[in-house]
């Protein structure tokens, strides 16, 4: 009786889940392959940031 309009909302959807599902893989895939070459309980060569403040009288 009521003819069925298809609707852009669904294919909307789904396209936009498509694609962040997309951008999900390729930065856990990125992650994975960047962590894999990383050296385990050895030192680093690098100056590492710490939290302290050497804090200076100006008197």
Not at 31 to 59: A, C, H, R, W
Request: aromatic fraction near 12%; charged fraction near 10%; avoid cysteine.
């Amino acid at each position: 009786m009521f003819a069925h309009k298809k609707s852009a909302m669904p294919d909307t959807i789904t396209m936009i889940n498509l694609v962040w599902t997309a951008v999900i893989a390729v930065m856990m895939t990125a992650t994975v392959t960047l962590y894999q070459g990383k050296p385990d309980g050895q030192s680093f060569n690098y100056t590492q940031m710490s939290g302290q403040i050497n804090e200076q009288p100006y008197y």
